[in-house]
């Protein structure tokens, strides 16, 4: 079993389980306050394996297991068994880093709460594009497939946009931060990614 569908399995089944027992998901939730007041510092990572509800895990549990196999794959040829370990490097603490914002901004504010995993599902998702910009990907639910180097320009402006807007209570700030984590670790991870990146997308349709 790949380490991609292990954790889908395991939030999946921490989702299920928080969504009949109130109080585990009070628990782990993302809350700043408590976080900070308590030193519950492990809310920055226990809050990616809980979700709102089932189109919120739907959603990040099929983007994770999509893109999770490839980075894998990638991550096993570059560093062969220590691949799996940089996975849940880039995964795990892309739920950390974009919780931090939300964590600094909002740490004396006790009504503020934040849950999913969609900070790490946006860095496997990004890093995927930097391995491979000239895959296509839609942004849901527009149904206009383009190369993947488009798709993560349109995704960060969309997400400054709708950040500034608060049209929904979507965490649009996370995703881009755990997105702006999968681009930074990979270009650290193997420095040479970002040549391949360029030649790819500088080579003729």
Known sequence: MSISLLLVLITVGISLYAW??????SKWIHNPYYANTNKEY?????????HADFLHLFFNMYALYLF????VQYFTYLFGGK????????YLLGIVIANLPDFVKHKNHLGFNSLGASGGVS????????LNPMMELMI???????????????????SIYMEKRQMDNVNHMAHLWGALWGVVFILVA????????????????
């Open 140 to 158: 849901f639910p527009i149904p206009l497939p383009m190369p993947g180097y488009i798709f993560a320009v349109v995704y960060m402006g969309y």
């Open 123 to 130: 860095a496997v998702v990004f890093c995927s594009v930097i």
């Open 42 to 50: 492990y809310r920055l990572l226990s809050s990616g394996f809980i």
């Open 190 to 205: 193997d420095p040479n990614a970002l040549s391949r990146f360029v030649n790819q997308i500088s080579l003729p349709f």
């Open 83 to 90: 691949g799996t370990v940089y996975f849940l490097l880039l």
């Open 68 to 71: 999770g196999d490839v980075v």
């Open 20 to 25: 009949r027992n109130p109080g585990l998901q």
